[in-house]
């Protein structure tokens, strides 16, 4: 079982959601074996142990402004301008299992016209799960593919991936436990 450095107040805080339900992520309830096979399905490789513990354990929860450490800070850059900055975000919560089902055809599924189109899809790249979301839709990527692993902040975009508008991941860890130990 891997060890997450998680803030006692974010603790608090989410076992006080045992029978809550949230308005978007849903209720909060661990996942089980089945819901990990599902998100699993569409990757080549298994979903990272990190992931699955936490899941396992935990579940899809959310953070709180306020109430939970839940910002991040990652390094914002324009492949067309060159112009890179610091940039400050922050999680909203994880996904349940039917949200990852959405996302997976909202964002590998063609964007317009015909599969046979590669210049329209995906709109993410291979390997990227999309596992959290910020308040403003932005999504929280996990590489489920082992080398090289990492967390990724992506800014929702409508076009196909590689796409002059839809090119850019910034890098927020290494790896899940990190993500968790670093938000403040």
């Known amino acids: 079982m891997t060890d997450f450095d998680i803030a006692p107040q974010t603790l608090t805080f989410w076992s006080g959601l045992t029978q809550a ?8 309830t ?7 096979t599902e998100i699993a399905a569409p990757y080549s490789t298994p979903l990272p142990q990190a ?9 899809p929860v959310w953070f709180e402004e306020g109430k939970t450490p839940n910002r991040f800070t990652y390094l914002a850059s324009s492949p067309a301008s060159g112009i890179k ?5 922050s ?8 949200a990852m089902r959405r ?12 599969p046979q189109n590669p210049d329209e899809l995906p709109r993410l790249p291979a390997d990227m799960l999309p596992m959290a979301a910020d308040p403003m839709g932005a999504l929280i990527l ?10 990724f902040f992506w800014e929702s975009s409508p076009h196909p ?3 002059a508008q839809n090119n850019s991941l910034a890098s927020l860890a290494d790896d899940l436990p990190s993500f968790l130990a670093g938000l403040t």
């Open 21 to 28: 339900e949230h308005e978007i992520f849903g209720p909060f």
């Open 30 to 36: 661990p996942m089980t074996e089945a819901d990990l």
């Open 51 to 59: 992931y699955r513990d936490f899941m396992l354990q935990y579940g």
């Open 85 to 89: 900055e610091h940039m400050e975000g």
């Open 91 to 98: 999680i909203d919560g994880f996904h349940p299992a039917a």
């Open 103 to 114: 996302a997976h055809l909202t964002y590998f599924a063609p964007t317009r016209g015909t």
């Open 142 to 151: 996990l590489h489920v593919a082992p080398d090289p692993a990492g967390v």
């Open 161 to 163: 991936w590689g796409h």
